[in-house]
C-alpha cells in the first residue's frame, strides 16, 4: 500500500511490517517563489507546503514491465501562474524510493483544477476543471526516455468542439433567418447535445414555478399536462406575456409584446445555461481497453475521440492558426466571412438554400450575379477590403485546383476501415451498442457542421467572385452547389431530435392510457414524461454495423446516404431518395418534407412527397401528386397503384368519409 499525507510523504507499507519506505516530495521548482520568502515565520512555511485537506486525487500506482512498480503523484500549485501543478514519478521495485523524473503540466492548467489521472500504456491522461469546462492533456511515459530530473514533457489537449454561447448577438443572429422567435429559439434549446433531458426538465420546472408565483390566475398553458418536454416548453416560455394596447391611442403594442417575448426566452436559456453548468462537471477518467478512454461528468459520459479532416480544418482556422498551404483558401474565406458580418452571411445563406429549393432554368453564372446584385454583397465590402482579399486570393495560386482540394476534404470520409472488415462484417455482422450509437451521432453532429461552414465559405467565395464566374467551368460550380445541397441536408438531419418519435404519438386520453394510470395508481399525472432525448442519427444507426471506431462508424453512416456523392444539384441519386423515404417510414414526415424540398421535383421524390401528404392527412395535396406522376414511371402496375391511389382519394374526400392513411 502506498500513501501520501498532506505534507508530501510517501509511505510504502507492508502488511506485516508497516511502514518500509518514506519520501518528502519536494515542492516542483516552478513553484517555490510563491512560497512565503526566507525572512518568514516557519509556521507560515510549514502552513503553505501542506496540501489541501479536501478530497483530491493525488496519486498513483503502475507497472511499466512484469518487475517494476513506479508510483505517480501529483504535486498541486495554488496560484501558480505557470501551471496547475507537476507529476514526479517515484521508482518503488525495492524497499527504498528512486526518484524518477518530474513532469511539469502545461501552462494551459495555470488555476485549474486536477480532477483525476491514470495511467494507460506509456500515456498519462489528465482530467482538469478548467472554469467549469472538462479538458484532457496526455503525454508519453516511457520511463527509459525519462530518466532525469529536468524533462519537459509534450502535452497534447483535447476538449469539446468549442459550442456558441448564447450572447445576445449570438441569439439575435438566429432571428435573421426565416421562421418565428419561439421556432427558432426553441430550435436552439433542443438541438442534441445542447442541454440533457434533466437540464431541461429542471429549468421548466423552475420558469413554471415562478409564473405560478405570481399574483393573479395563473395562465392555463400553466396548469396543461403536455406529452413532450419540447410541447411543453414551447408552450409556457411566454405565457405570461400579453399585448397590450397603448391607453392614449387604443393600437396594440406589437414592439412592446416581441420585447417582452424575447426577453422572457432568454431568461429561459440562461436558466438553461446555469443548469447545465453543474451538469457539466468533471469527476473521473475511465478505460476501456487500451485505447479508448472515457470522460465522465455529473450528468454525462464522453470520449475521446480523433478529429477527421474537416473539424481540424474548422478548428485551426478558427483559432487563426495558419492550416496546410493546401487549405490556404478556406482560411482566406472565413478572414472574408468575418469581414462581411452576421446579417450579410444569413442573407447569403438563405439566399443559397433558395437556389437550391427551385428548379434550375438558368446557369449558375448567371443566377449568382442576379443574387449578387439583389442583396447588395458588394456594399458591405469597402474598396480597399475588396482590393486585399483580391491580393489574398491571388496568393492562394490556382483557385480551380484549391477548389477541388477543399472539395475532396469536406466530401470524403475515412473508409479504410469499412473496407477492410466488409467481408468479416457480413459472416459475424455485429450491430452497434447503444453506446456506440450515441457516440457516432455526436460525431456525426460535429462533423457535418464543421463541413456545412467550410461549404458555406466556398459559396462565400461564389458570391465574392460572381461577375468572373461566366469564364469558369460549370461543372465546378454545379458540383459546389450539389456539395452544399447534400451537406445542408445532413447537417438538418443530424441537429434533428427524436423526442417526438421515443415520446409517441398516442392520445394520453385514450382508453387504454386511462386504465393504465389507473393499474398504475398514477391518475394525477400532470408532468411530461421524462425520456432520452436523442437525435435522428442515434435512431438511424440501429442496425448498422460496427466497423471499429467511432470516427470509421459515423463516416460509414454517412457515406452510406450517398448525399455527398453528387455532381450536380440538378440531379437525384437513388441513395438521396431512398434517404428520404427511410425518413419517411420511421415517421418524421416533417423531416422528410423539409429533405425532399432541396431535391428536384423527379417522379420518385414527388412520389415519396405524395405518400407525405398521404400520411399526414392532406388527401387532396396527395391526390394531386399521384395523378401527375401516374404515367411517368413506365410500368402498368405503378402506374394503376398510383392511378388508384388519387381516384380514391378523390372519392374519400369529397365524400367526406373519415380514412386511414
Same mark, same amino acid.
Given at each position: 500500500?502506498?500513501?501520501?499525507? =498532506?505534507?508530501?510523504?510517501?509511505?510504502?507499507? #507492508?502488511?506485516?511490517?508497516?511502514?518500509?519506505?518514506?519520501?518528502?516530495?519536494?515542492?516542483?521548482?516552478?513553484?517555490?517563489?510563491?512560497?512565503?520568502?526566507?525572512?518568514?515565520?516557519?509556521?507560515?512555511?510549514?502552513?503553505?507546503?501542506?496540501?489541501?485537506?479536501?478530497?483530491?486525487?493525488? /496519486?498513483?500506482?503502475?507497472?511499466?514491465?512484469?518487475?517494476?512498480?513506479?508510483?505517480?503523484?501529483?504535486?498541486?500549485?495554488?496560484?501558480?501562474?505557470?501551471?496547475?501543478?507537476?507529476?514526479?514519478?517515484?521508482?518503488?521495485?525495492?524497499?527504498?524510493?528512486?526518484?524518477?523524473?518530474?513532469?511539469?503540466? &502545461?501552462?494551459?492548467?495555470?488555476?485549474?483544477?486536477?480532477?483525476? *489521472?491514470?495511467?494507460?500504456?506509456?500515456?498519462?491522461?489528465?482530467?482538469?476543471?478548467?472554469?467549469?469546462?472538462?479538458?484532457?492533456?496526455?503525454?508519453?511515459?516511457?520511463?527509459?526516455?525519462?530518466?532525469?530530473?529536468?524533462?519537459?514533457? *509534450?502535452?497534447?489537449? &483535447?476538449?469539446?468542439?468549442?459550442?456558441?454561447?448564447?450572447?445576445?448577438?449570438?441569439?439575435?443572429?438566429?432571428?435573421?433567418?426565416? !421562421?418565428?422567435?419561439?421556432? #427558432?429559439?426553441?430550435?436552439?434549446?433542443?438541438?442534441?447535445?445542447?442541454?440533457?433531458?434533466?437540464? /431541461?426538465?429542471?429549468?421548466?420546472?423552475?420558469?413554471?414555478?415562478?409564473?405560478? &408565483? +405570481?399574483?393573479?390566475?395563473?395562465?392555463?398553458?400553466?396548469?396543461?399536462?403536455?406529452?413532450?418536454?419540447?410541447?411543453?416548453?414551447?408552450?409556457?416560455?411566454?405565457?405570461?406575456?400579453?399585448?397590450?394596447?397603448?391607453?392614449?391611442?387604443?393600437?396594440?403594442?406589437?414592439?412592446?409584446?416581441?420585447?417582452?417575448?424575447? $426577453?422572457?426566452? %432568454?431568461? @429561459?436559456?440562461?436558466?438553461? =445555461?446555469?443548469? %447545465?453548468?453543474?451538469? $457539466?462537471?468533471?469527476?473521473?477518467?475511465?478505460?476501456?481497453?487500451?485505447?479508448?478512454?472515457?470522460?465522465?461528468?455529473?450528468?454525462?459520459?464522453?470520449?475521446?475521440?480523433?478529429?477527421?479532416?474537416?473539424?481540424?480544418?474548422?478548428?485551426?482556422?478558427?483559432?487563426?492558426?495558419?492550416?496546410?498551404?493546401?487549405?490556404?483558401?478556406?482560411?482566406?474565406?472565413?478572414?472574408?466571412?468575418?469581414?462581411?458580418?452576421?446579417?450579410?452571411?444569413?442573407?447569403?445563406?438563405?439566399?443559397?438554400?433558395?437556389?437550391?429549393?427551385?428548379?434550375?432554368?438558368?446557369?449558375?453564372?448567371?443566377? +449568382?450575379?442576379?443574387?449578387?446584385?439583389?442583396?447588395?454583397?458588394?456594399?458591405?465590402?469597402?474598396?480597399?477590403?475588396? &482590393?486585399?482579399?483580391?491580393?489574398?486570393?491571388?496568393?492562394?495560386?490556382?483557385?480551380?485546383?484549391?477548389? =477541388?482540394?477543399?472539395?475532396?476534404?469536406?466530401?470524403?470520409?475515412?473508409?479504410?476501415?469499412?473496407?477492410?472488415?466488409? %467481408?468479416?462484417? +457480413?459472416? /459475424?455482422?455485429?450491430? /452497434?451498442?447503444?453506446?456506440?450509437?450515441?457516440?457516432?451521432?455526436?460525431?456525426?453532429?460535429?462533423?457535418?457542421?464543421?463541413?456545412?461552414?467550410?461549404?458555406?465559405?466556398?459559396?462565400?467565395?461564389?458570391?465574392?467572385?460572381?461577375?468572373?464566374?461566366?469564364?469558369?467551368?460549370?461543372?465546378?460550380?454545379?458540383?459546389?452547389?450539389?456539395?452544399?445541397?447534400?451537406?445542408?441536408?445532413?447537417?438538418?438531419?443530424?441537429?434533428?431530435?427524436?423526442?417526438?418519435?421515443?415520446?409517441?404519438?398516442?392520445?394520453?386520453?385514450?382508453?387504454?392510457?386511462?386504465?393504465?394510470?389507473? =393499474?398504475?395508481?398514477?391518475?394525477?399525472?400532470?408532468?411530461?414524461? @421524462?425520456?432520452?432525448?436523442?437525435?435522428?442519427?442515434?435512431?438511424?444507426?440501429?442496425?448498422?454495423?460496427?466497423? !471499429?471506431?467511432?470516427?470509421?462508424?459515423?463516416?460509414?453512416?454517412?457515406?452510406?446516404?450517398?448525399?455527398?456523392?453528387?455532381?450536380?444539384?440538378?440531379?437525384?441519386?437513388?441513395?438521396?431518395?431512398?434517404?428520404?423515404?427511410?425518413?419517411?417510414?420511421?415517421?418524421?414526415?416533417?423531416?422528410?418534407?423539409?429533405?425532399?424540398?432541396?431535391?428536384?421535383?423527379?417522379?420518385?421524390?414527388?412520389?415519396?412527397?405524395?405518400?407525405?401528404?398521404?400520411?399526414?392527412? $392532406?388527401?387532396?395535396?396527395?391526390?394531386?401528386? @399521384?395523378?401527375?406522376?401516374? !404515367?411517368?414511371?413506365?410500368?402498368?402496375?405503378?402506374?394503376?397503384?398510383?392511378?388508384?391511389?388519387?381516384?380514391?382519394?378523390? *372519392?374519400?374526400?369529397?365524400?367526406?368519409?373519415?380514412?386511414?392513411?
Amino acid at each position: 500500500m502506498w500513501t501520501l499525507s =498532506r505534507d508530501r510523504t510517501l509511505r510504502l507499507w #507492508k502488511a506485516k511490517l508497516g511502514c518500509v519506505a518514506s519520501r518528502t516530495l519536494a515542492f516542483p521548482s516552478h513553484c517555490r517563489d510563491s512560497t512565503p520568502a526566507s525572512g518568514g515565520s516557519s509556521s507560515n512555511v510549514k502552513h503553505h507546503s501542506l496540501l489541501s485537506g479536501n478530497y483530491q486525487t493525488l /496519486l498513483r500506482v503502475f507497472s511499466a514491465t512484469s518487475e517494476s512498480i513506479y508510483v505517480l503523484v501529483f504535486i498541486p500549485t495554488i496560484l501558480s501562474p505557470s501551471s496547475g501543478g507537476s507529476f514526479c514519478i517515484v521508482d518503488t521495485s525495492v524497499d527504498h524510493f528512486q526518484e524518477v523524473c518530474n513532469l511539469e503540466c &502545461s501552462a494551459r492548467t495555470a488555476h485549474c483544477h486536477l480532477q483525476d *489521472f491514470l495511467v494507460s500504456g506509456n500515456t498519462l491522461y489528465t482530467l482538469w476543471d478548467q472554469q467549469g469546462r472538462s479538458t484532457v492533456e496526455t503525454t508519453n511515459i516511457n520511463i527509459q526516455e525519462l530518466k532525469g530530473i529536468n524533462c519537459t514533457p *509534450f502535452w497534447r489537449t &483535447s476538449c469539446y468542439v468549442r459550442e456558441a454561447e448564447f450572447t445576445p448577438a449570438y441569439m439575435q443572429e438566429q432571428l435573421l433567418s426565416c !421562421g418565428s422567435l419561439t421556432e #427558432k429559439y426553441l430550435g436552439v434549446i433542443m438541438k442534441p447535445g445542447m442541454f440533457s433531458p434533466l437540464t /431541461l426538465r429542471t429549468a421548466i420546472d423552475q420558469y413554471m414555478d415562478a409564473c405560478l &408565483s +405570481l399574483p393573479g390566475p395563473p395562465p392555463p398553458q400553466l396548469l396543461t399536462t403536455y406529452p413532450t418536454i419540447c410541447e411543453n416548453i414551447a408552450a409556457v416560455v411566454g405565457c405570461t406575456v400579453t399585448l397590450n394596447r397603448d391607453p392614449q391611442t387604443g393600437t396594440l403594442q406589437h414592439a412592446n409584446y416581441w420585447t417582452a417575448l424575447k $426577453r422572457d426566452w %432568454e431568461g @429561459f436559456i440562461a436558466r438553461c =445555461r446555469e443548469v %447545465e453548468r453543474s451538469a $457539466r462537471w468533471p469527476l473521473v477518467l475511465g478505460a476501456q481497453g487500451f485505447d479508448e478512454i472515457i470522460v465522465v461528468e455529473r450528468e454525462r459520459v464522453g470520449c475521446l475521440v480523433g478529429e477527421d479532416l474537416p473539424i481540424h480544418l474548422q478548428r485551426i482556422i478558427k483559432q487563426e492558426t495558419t492550416p496546410d498551404p493546401q487549405y490556404s483558401l478556406l482560411a482566406v474565406l472565413w478572414a472574408l466571412r468575418a469581414r462581411l458580418g452576421p446579417q450579410m452571411m444569413s442573407s447569403l445563406e438563405n439566399r443559397s438554400a433558395e437556389i437550391m429549393h427551385q428548379e434550375i432554368a438558368f446557369s449558375f453564372a448567371d443566377i +449568382l450575379q442576379d443574387q449578387t446584385r439583389q442583396i447588395n454583397f458588394k456594399d458591405n465590402l469597402d474598396e480597399g477590403s475588396a &482590393s486585399w482579399f483580391f491580393g489574398r486570393l491571388q496568393s492562394v495560386g490556382n483557385i480551380d485546383n484549391a477548389i =477541388r482540394v477543399a472539395l475532396d476534404a469536406i466530401g470524403e470520409f475515412d473508409l479504410a476501415v469499412k473496407r477492410e472488415d466488409d %467481408e468479416s462484417s +457480413l459472416l /459475424l455482422p455485429s450491430s /452497434l451498442s447503444e453506446w456506440s450509437r450515441g457516440l457516432a451521432a455526436a460525431y456525426i453532429f460535429t462533423t457535418m457542421e464543421a463541413r456545412y461552414e467550410l461549404c458555406l465559405s466556398l459559396v462565400t467565395l461564389l458570391f465574392f467572385l460572381s461577375d468572373e464566374l461566366i469564364d469558369w467551368d460549370a461543372s465546378l460550380l454545379a458540383e459546389i452547389f450539389a456539395l452544399f445541397r447534400g451537406v445542408a441536408i445532413l447537417r438538418y438531419v443530424s441537429g434533428q431530435p427524436a423526442e417526438s418519435v421515443n415520446g409517441g404519438h398516442s392520445d394520453s386520453s385514450s382508453p387504454d392510457d386511462v386504465i393504465a394510470r389507473m =393499474r398504475n395508481m398514477n391518475v394525477s399525472q400532470q408532468k411530461a414524461p @421524462f425520456a432520452s432525448k436523442s437525435s435522428l442519427p442515434h435512431l438511424l444507426l440501429a442496425h448498422s454495423a460496427d466497423p !471499429g471506431g467511432v470516427p470509421a462508424t459515423a463516416h460509414t453512416f454517412l457515406d452510406a446516404t450517398g448525399l455527398l456523392q453528387s455532381i450536380s444539384p440538378a440531379h437525384v441519386t437513388k441513395c438521396e431518395v431512398m434517404f428520404c423515404e427511410r425518413l419517411r417510414a420511421l415517421g418524421f414526415l416533417e423531416v422528410t418534407r423539409e429533405c425532399l424540398s432541396w431535391l428536384p421535383r423527379t417522379p420518385a421524390a414527388i412520389f415519396i412527397l405524395a405518400r407525405v401528404w398521404l400520411q399526414m392527412g $392532406r388527401a387532396d395535396d396527395a391526390s394531386q401528386l @399521384f395523378e401527375k406522376i401516374a !404515367g411517368t414511371f413506365g410500368m402498368y402496375l405503378v402506374y394503376n397503384r398510383c392511378f388508384f391511389y388519387a381516384q380514391e382519394l378523390t *372519392f374519400l374526400s369529397r365524400s367526406g368519409n373519415n380514412f386511414d392513411s
